[in-house]
């Protein structure tokens, strides 16, 4: 059993910053793979990030080279750096993990959202 906890939500004005972070508890060891995702009102959710335990990233293309994502296993925290936040970034974001290293996410935080004014 995981458990994961999102914070540093907020509202932001536009070209601001925020970092989120997550903090897992329970069997972290199952985690392979790390993420954030994020989902709009009347969009699909999307995964915005995501780290495997050998570090490799991925990033969707609307946030490329604004946000960064990091992992610490040792701490079992994940951290999303947001930087010049745009409106279309206004969203709840969800950390997630993943078993696998590819598959779909097996655990879910409860979301936290994120607010960037115009």
């Known amino acids: 059993q995981v458990q994961l906890v999102e914070s540093g939500g907020g509202l932001v004005q536009a070209g601001g910053s925020l970092r989120l972070s997550c903090a897992a508890s329970?069997?972290?060891?199952?985690?392979?793979?790390m993420g954030w995702l994020r989902q709009a009102p009347g969009k699909q959710r999307e995964l915005v990030a995501a780290i495997t335990n050998g570090g490799s990233r991925n990033y969707a293309d609307s946030v490329k080279g604004r946000f960064a994502i990091s992992r610490d296993n040792a701490k079992n925290t994940a951290t999303l750096q947001m930087n010049n936040l745009k409106p279309e970034d206004t969203a709840v974001y969800y950390c997630?993990?993943?078993?696998?290293?590819?598959?779909?996410?097996?655990?879910w935080g409860q979301g936290t959202q994120v607010t960037v004014s115009s």
């Open positions: 997630a993990g993943d078993r696998s290293l590819w598959g779909g996410w097996d655990y």
């Open positions: 329970g069997s972290t060891g199952s985690i392979n793979r």
